[in-house]
């Protein structure tokens, strides 16, 4: 039983019980309806999106993303997408999550996106992909995370390396990486 000073909680997956550790002060949530406030704020951030590698013009929309999110709920019911709130002292930072999870082939697409500017380098990113991986290794079982990054982003490609994913691909305009799960050997 959780006397309040264990740093864990349990949410629900798809009919999981789904830990959630808190890391420092950060704490994560399944992505809501609640969000797309954030998802606008952000998304339509210069410093966010000067590194997106769609259309840096594009602004979205509160009616743009209410629309996503109806997508999003479709496949999140099919388990092909999950995405979470970060949080730092209650306060919503960013999101990160799973897009195209193939429970066949044992993979998925790992973004993150810290939307505020001022909590930015200050670990956030770090500790958000640690739960990130840990929960799509350890809860959902896949062998493999791929993502993309815009060459531009330095920081973004350094944390990666730092997290154990290595480059398979690069462009003009972006990286490829991967992470292997360490728990392919134990299979």
Do not use: C
């Not at 949410?11 to 420092?24: E, G, P, Q, T």
């Not at 994560?28 to 210069?46: E, G, M």
């Not at 390396?161 to 992470?179: A, P």
């Amino acid at each position: 039983m959780n006397n309040g000073s264990d740093p864990i909680f349990y949410l629900r997956y798809n009919n999981l019980a789904v830990f959630s550790k808190i890391y420092k002060m950060l704490n994560f949530r399944p992505h809501n309806r609640q969000d797309i406030t954030f998802r606008v704020q952000w998304l339509n951030n210069p410093e966010v999106i000067r590194y997106a590698l769609d259309d840096i013009e594009h602004r979205t929309t509160e009616e743009e993303q209410t629309q996503w999110f109806d997508e999003y709920e479709k496949k999140h019911s099919l388990g092909e997408k999950t995405f979470f709130t970060i949080f730092d002292e209650g306060t919503p930072v960013g999101f990160m999550g799973l897009s195209n999870i193939d429970q066949v082939n044992k993979i998925a697409e790992v973004f993150i996106l810290i939307g505020e500017d001022s909590y930015r380098g200050r670990g956030i990113g770090r500790e958000s992909m640690n739960y990130l991986t840990s929960f799509a290794f350890e809860t959902l079982g896949l062998d493999s995370l791929h993502l993309e990054v815009n060459n531009l982003n330095l920081s973004a490609i350094n944390l990666y390396k730092k997290l154990g994913f290595e480059e398979i691909g690069k462009n003009e305009k972006e990286t490829e990486m991967i992470l292997l799960s360490s728990l392919n050997n134990k299979r």
